[in-house]
């Protein structure tokens, strides 16, 4: 289900649909799918609009 998440945010985002909970959404799909590489990309184009986000700040911390 994770996998197919995924699928779904990548086409919304190549889309220009841009909603950073989308995003933080791919970004915790990517996470539970143990591709923590992945997940802190997307988290950090998150941190880069929103620097001062608690929400983004702890997500990020919590990917190991």
């Known amino acids: 289900q994770d996998k197919k998440g995924v699928d779904i945010a990548q086409k919304a985002l ?3 649909i841009n909603n ?6 791919l970004a915790k799909a990517y ?3 143990e591709e923590n590489k992945l997940a ?5 184009s998150l941190l880069k609009i ?3 986000s608690k929400d ?3 997500f990020k911390k ?3």
């Open 56 to 58: 983004y700040l702890e």
């Open 20 to 25: 950073p909970d989308l995003s933080l959404r």
């Open 40 to 44: 802190v990309s997307v988290i950090d």
């Open 14 to 16: 190549k889309n220009n």
């Open 62 to 64: 919590s990917i190991k």
């Open 31 to 33: 996470k539970r799918l």
């Open 50 to 52: 929103y620097p001062k």
